[in-house]
């Protein structure tokens, strides 16, 4: 049972990092800047490793410098606009919870670059020249996936104990089983993540950038009754 709230917390928005809040993923800028035979990611579509540890080997074969990896955070197209949103949410008593099987390392750079300070549920890693970006397991917590290395549908059922609203923003395969957890009202999509809720007749609501989701959930008050 997670601990109370603060007394005005509105809502809880639980958000993937990669696609939702980013253009795209950022393993993918890793991946075309140090490229690796066999490719990781290659192999974890095919089955042959979990998507955790292709993405654990994708980052250590970042063979440069910190400053080389770091400098690839700002094609992420993470912008102004994104901490304003994300100001705007917390001023308004939302409780921004960023859930992504990524890296906290460079999740928590991106979004500082942009003046956000926010909650980061994801694996912990550190950057050490010569070995890339060392990711660890996520262990000794209910969040662990075998495949995709964090459960945020577990991470979704966390924040739900509150009693508080939560609603989650998503656009992979890991988040799925998030939005279907929630009424539409409080579900948002993007990419592969919408397609499939709208094959179902899922009722969501659509974004095609992160500072969209601010925007209406800060217009929707019925979501929260």
Known sequence: ???????NTRGILVTD????ITNGDFFELVRARWPQVPDPWDQALAGVIPMREALRRIFAGAQGTQEEF??????????????????????????????????DFYI???LGRVGVQAEVVAHHGS???????IMQPLEGTPFAHPRFGLN???????????????AFAGDGTPDLDSLLLLPPALRFATGWAAD????RGEGFHCFERWPDIADMLLANETALR
Do not use: N
């Not at 990092?17 to 939702?20: A, E, H, M, V």
């Not at 992420?76 to 099987?101: K, P």
């Not at 945020?152 to 939560?166: C, E, I, M, N, Y």
């Open 1 to 7: 049972m997670p601990p109370p709230p603060p007394a």
């Open 17 to 20: 990092f990669d696609g939702t």
């Open 70 to 103: 770091l400098a690839l955070c700002e094609k992420s197209g993470v912008g102004a606009e994104t901490g304003d949103a994300f100001q705007r949410l917390q001023q308004a008593g939302w409780r921004i919870v960023v859930a992504s099987a990524g890296c």
């Open 108 to 110: 928590h750079h991106t």
């Open 127 to 133: 950057f050490v020249e010569g070995q890339g970006l």
């Open 152 to 166: 945020k549908a577990a991470v979704v059922r966390h924040f739900q104990a509150t009693g508080l609203p939560v």
């Open 196 to 199: 499939q809720l709208a094959a």
